[in-house]
Nanobody, 121 residues
Framework: QVQLVESGGGLVQPGGSLRLSCAASGSIFRINAMGWYRQAPGKQRELVAA???????NYADSVKGRFTISRDNGKNTVYLQMNKLKPEDTAVYYC???????????????WGQGTQVTVSS
């Protein structure tokens, strides 16, 4: 099996910063894209940022210039540095990874359990 464990969420004032981490573990042969999604109360889950195995990032317009996604392939870990946080960034943030497991022939998507980010004064 594969597990994704997120950390780094919390309460921060507007304008502040947080860094989220997500470590993948288990029967992993290779990871393709990794990404961060978020879901606010009453809203659909949305893509925040994603990064290919080669390190090419992609961002939602709402976070461009404020958030930075990165990854450490040797540690199967993806990060999200969030700066200049706004109240509208408040949500549960989920990690996602496309994983090729040993003895499998296709990639499968896995999700973390989510970490709460609250931006409030």
């Amino acid at each position: 099996q594969v597990q994704l464990v997120e950390s780094g969420g919390g309460l921060v004032q507007p304008g502040g910063s947080l860094r989220l981490s997500c470590a993948a573990s288990g029967s992993i042969f290779r990871i393709n894209a990794m990404g961060w999604y978020r879901q606010a109360p009453g809203k659909q889950r949305e893509l925040v940022a994603a990064i290919t195995s080669g390190g090419s990032p992609n961002y939602a317009d709402s976070v461009k210039g404020r958030f930075t996604i990165s990854r450490d392939n040797g540690k199967n870990t993806v990060y999200l540095q969030m700066n200049k946080l706004k109240p509208e960034d408040t949500a549960v943030y989920y990690c996602n990874a496309d994983v090729l497991r040993y003895y499998r022939t296709s990639y499968e998507g896995y999700w973390g359990q989510g970490t709460q980010v609250t931006v409030s004064s």
